[in-house]
């Protein structure tokens, strides 16, 4: 397990990405974000907001991408959790 925290600056977004060995858990410290994702149709779209507060799990192997179109800073806690929690457990859509 790793527990780290995110800071997306206003119209920042990390990467599109998901994992082949871990899960995670974010809960939103500070601000406001999107969450992007893959729909069941298979394009990649806004899911769900998130404010202060909110909690969110990202299943093993799920596309996610988290987006701050707000004009404050976004503080997201993540919490991974799986049998490697590395950086080299990233991968990335083009």
Request: neutral net charge; aromatic residues 6%.
């Amino acid at each position: 397990m790793k527990v780290k925290e995110l800071s997306i600056e206003p119209g920042q977004k990390i990467s599109m990405q998901k994992h082949e060995h871990r899960s995670e858990y974010w809960i939103v410290s500070e601000g406001q974000c999107v969450v992007y994702g893959k729909s069941s149709n298979g394009n990649f779209m806004p899911l769900i907001a998130l404010k202060k507060h909110d909690s969110l799990k990202i299943n093993l192997g799920e596309w996610h991408q988290l987006a701050n179109p707000h004009d404050k800073p976004c503080r997201v806690v993540e919490i991974q959790y799986g049998s490697k929690c590395e950086e080299s457990d990233i991968q990335r859509h083009e």
